[in-house]
């Protein structure tokens, strides 16, 4: 079995199963792990149960400690890493941006899309509506936990939530950052350097360094990094081997993207590639995945 790093007290294990289609679900405690900084497509809805976890969110140090609850936004750059010498233990929700959005519109007349307005928030009893929804997906009770889903997310867009602000008007900073990505998405295999990157666009490196941190919250590089992860994530669901993933995305080797993916989504690209196999409702109780956490960074 795929398990867990007894040693260092740290475990994760990932799923997603038809109960709740497009949401995926985790329970996890870490003592000694960083995260990088990283996105998701999806919200995030994580209910600390355990200790303190810190993380970088626009430019702040959020804390979040038992009882509270880390809210991120699809796409928005976060860090993550324990505030204890104890570490942290949570349940989380990752629902995708139309789930949220369909309960939003019902439970508030929102029309659009939906966001967080808060990243931290202090809710015991959402705390424990998010790991009552595992234990719903875990019993096969699909019923208790599409409504416990919804509950969870509608309490916490009454109290935390609203529409997603508008985007500014681009500037030339903005648009020099946008065209930036769409080279680095063009050559992700095969990315220019800095200098050759700043060139290409008639600007300083400096200058673009700057642009494209106020525009993506992080520098290029690190930008490049998640994009891979990104996108190694999307060719392991459709069954591409981590080996071929890594070279498709651009990593040098199984291992590099190994290091990369474990850093930002927190398992390694086999365990998570065994967790997007989704069982059959009628095929006997859930499955679900303890994942190898592989060394600690």
Do not use: C
């Not at 939003?104 to 899309?113: C, D, F, K, Q």
């Not at 009893?125 to 875990?138: C, D, T």
Request: glycine content about 10%; cysteine-free.
């Amino acid at each position: 079995m795929a398990g867990m790093t007894e040693s260092s007290g740290e475990s994760a294990r990932l799923w997603v199963a038809p109960e709740l289609p497009g949401v995926d679900l985790l329970r996890a405690r870490y003592v000694r792990r960083v995260f990088i900084p990283h996105t998701h497509p999806t919200f995030v809805i994580a209910g600390i149960t355990e200790g303190v976890e810190v993380f970088r969110h626009r430019g702040s140090l959020e804390r979040a400690g038992a009882g509270g609850l880390a809210l991120i936004n699809p796409d928005v750059p976060h860090t993550g890493r324990a505030g204890v010498p104890e570490g942290w233990a949570y349940g989380a929700l990752y629902p995708a941006a139309d789930v949220v959005d369909a309960v939003a519109a019902e439970v508030i007349g929102l029309r659009g899309s939906a966001w967080f307005a808060e990243p931290v928030v202090h809710d015991p009893v959402a705390v424990r509506l998010v790991g009552q929804v595992l234990a719903a997906v875990e019993e096969r009770q699909a019923l208790a936990a599409d409504s416990l889903l919804r509950i969870a997310v509608a309490r916490l867009l009454r109290t935390a939530g609203g529409a997603r602000p508008q985007h500014v008007v681009r500037d030339a900073g903005a648009r020099l950052a946008a065209r930036a990505r769409e080279e680095l998405l063009a050559r992700m295999t095969d990315p220019p350097t800095l200098d050759e990157l700043a060139r290409a666009l008639d600007t300083g490196p400096f200058a673009l360094l700057r642009a494209f941190r106020t525009r993506y919250g992080m520098p290029p590089h690190a930008w490049l990094t998640d994009a891979r992860v990104r996108r190694a994530r999307e060719l392991l669901d459709v069954g591409v081997r981590p080996a071929e993933a890594a070279v498709a995305v651009g990593f040098t080797d199984q291992s590099h993207l190994h290091r990369h993916f474990h850093r930002s989504v927190g398992v390694t690209p086999g365990a998570y590639q065994r967790a997007r196999r989704v069982r059959q409702p009628s095929h006997g109780r859930a499955r679900t995945y303890k994942n190898d956490l592989g060394p600690t960074a």
